[in-house]
């Protein structure tokens, strides 16, 4: 039995088809992402499970209910947005135990609450200050304890991090993960970076268009992408011609040689990018000006390796 | 059920129209028309419509001099509050922030003392010591600048804060410009839509402001306005009616202006004091 | 600290110097006057043992002041009850586009529509001989029957509708802009119905924008003297028209301190007013940023 299910569920917006025979199932405590480009439809099927919007058609099941019709403040899903959107009048405390209070739970039981779910992401100081007085990290924190604090069916988090500086979104990925893992929650996360996708997720989903691409785990997803979409959207990668067909190679499964005159293609390197562990390698095929990239081991790399020389390249062995 | 939720915003909007419409019309109707209302049915109702009233107020010389006397004091009104108010707000922007607070404070003040109580201190203070000042026209400019005073600060603080001055007037110097060229090649052009927009404002405000004119006797244009009613009604009211109109469009194109370049969305036309 | 005008090179505890044309200004044409009405209004009248000021809330201009706050009370209320319901209507009608521009620009002419057109309007509509009357007339009630002038309490509360309800439209606009979608979301998620949205988030968050406009319509009817001059032709009973019959009328009753003290009393109303607005504001905007 999945914790959510998507059953064919289509919706269109004035003529644009923003989903289209989506069907998507999360088994418990698993952590789900869809992933793709703005407008794929991504955020309309996370909108759809909170019940925000209606689909044209297809269910929604939660514990083998289809909750499609129901209104969402009777769907008991945990919601965190991107803009935080913490209540501004209220403090941290009040703010993570608000769900228990229109619940009409008792005020000495949510004020216990409120507390064990700050300790549970670490801000139990902070439960007396105003939402503006904390940092935005702080604040996503929050909004991650207001959603849990309910024990809801699925959390729902819609574009979490981005909002976030760059050391911040980390932390708090991280700490989406461990809150997912620790309890349990089955998690759907969408999200437009891949990245993040690939660090966070059991499964990904990735869409385009109102369809879903491929679904699988980061490592199928990167290794054995199901279209030319998917191998474009998740990581980067060459298209190359060997003979007649065209094939695509990760930037990684390429090497570069010097001596090997009968090397599968040559190339001009272009630019030279050190990003520690590994040095990214801009090149310029010589027959056809296609632009590559090739991803080195930095230790490999010596000084004779610079812009403008001409340099061979071949498939790495597998 | 639904349905009705879906309806509510119709009704009570169409509802607030005819509100606001129907005096307009009413207006319109008796400047416009020359039958009685108890006269009035179905049959005569697009008949006798005619300017006749409007035109002959509009040729009256009292007409004319109440007009250039408005328009005398709304341009000396802008003339004193923008060499009074630029300056100022520029200053407590640039060079001595602590003060702005203060400042800001003292241009709310207006608000707390009505027209009519400020007019009262005014006769009571002024007409014992300087009798020659409150017998000018003139003597209005002052009291005129002050209803002003609150938006003409809000319009410009709101364009300075937008402006990142600090950064400007550096950018400005570092490309070698002294200060007072600065205030008037850089500053002003980038305020322009602040200073129009205040400038706009207070027109509107001096143009119907009667309090003050009426008490200190002066022949502005709502005063004659209000005499006019005695006189020649239909007149009055087609003159009414055409301020107006002309005023919707001042703010109409005020309004468009500000939301092209806007720095804020809050409506600075609250409050203009001009209130009645 | 560093400013920028350094180069004027005017020593630090010099530069309010160029503050003082407009301070000046102020005390010269809006505090000296206003002042002065106080030191006025505390000499008594003629015939009279105790001040103006003491004068001024006995009696007959007791019950103006009373008038004139209820006047002031009552459109208020409706000004922001129906303003507020205006502006979440027209928030609601997502299109045509330009209906809530053409909106805005009508009710912000509407809110400083005071004064003698305002009047005239409502002469014309709701008077003896107005339209409004005539069309009601047709439906067999007759308006003066009913007790209603346009002049009375119940006429002058309709016409300072006029600019309440447009006033409070413009305030409630941007407040009601300033509730994000996602709140909402976030409570309908978190269990809370509709109503229970409003309860606990929607009201408290606009709370600050209907009581500073509540406090903001009130002043602005208390001070109005214009429309209801022109609306009665000095007979109404609101304070701000007593005033000038002080004013005008002062050789023959001796009495016109009391009109500086009428005029104080109305400033000090209009000062507790405004400075629960500015309270109200200062609190609002800790948490609107």
Redesign the interface.
Known sequence: MSALEFINVSKNFGGVQALEGFGLALAQGELVTLLGPSGCGKTTALRIAAGFETSDSGSIVVNSTDIAARPAHQRHMGMVFQSYSLFPHLNVRDNVSFGLRVRGIHSDERRKRAEEMLDLVRLSDLGHRMPHQISGGQQQRVALARALATEPHVLLLDEPLSALDAKIRVEVRDEIRRLNRDLGVTTLFVTHDQDEAMSISDRICVMNNGVIEQVGSPRDVYNNPSSSFVAHFVGSINTLHKGNTRILIRPENLVLTTHDENAQWRGVITDITFVGAFTKISLRLENDDTPISVLAISAQIDNSITIGLNIGINEAAQ | MKRVGKA???I??AL?II??I??????A???FQRI???S?GKNNLFKKWTADGLLVTLRDPEFKHSLSVSLKVAFFTVIVLLL??I??TL??H????R?RGL?ET?T???????????V???????RSIAPWFLASNYSLV??Y??LA?PFTFRSLDVGIKALD??TL??AA?SLGS??LRVMWNVLLPNLRTSIVNATFLTI?VVL????IA??LLKRTL?MY??QE?GREPQG??GL??L??VL??LL??LV?MMR?KNSAS???Q????G??? | MRTPLQRFRIPTRFRPVGLLPFFSFVALFLLWPAVSLFRLALQPTKNSEISAIHEAITGQYLESFIYTIKLSLLTALLGVLFGSLLAASVLRIQRPKWFRHFMTSFTGVAANLGGIPLAFAFIAALGTQGLITKLIDSFGINLADTGFRISNFAGITIVYLYFQIPLMFLIMVPAFDGLRATWAESAASLGAAPWQYWRHIGLPLLTPALLGGFLLLFSNAFSAYATAYALSSGGARLVPVQIRFFLQGNTITGKDNLGYALAAWMIIIMFITMTGYLIIRRRAEKWQQ
Do not use: C, H, K
């Not at chain 2, 709310?108 to 400020?118: D, E």
């Open positions: 509510w915003p119709y009570f909007i607030a509100f606001f129907a005096p307009l019309l009413s207006m109707r008796f400047a009685p209302v108890i009035l009074m108010m300056p100022t200053l407590v640039l060079s001595t922030p003060w400042v003292v709310i003040l207006p608000y707390v003392v009505p027209p009519i109580a400020l009262v201190g005014v006769s009571g203070t002024y002052p009291f600048a002050i005073m001055l600090r007037v550096d110097r002294s200060s509107t119907g402001e009667f309090t009426s008490l709502p306005m209000a009613q009055a009211l009414g009616l301020i107006l005023t919707t703010f109409t309004g939301r969305n809050v409506p036309q609250i409050n203009s001009m209130v009645p």
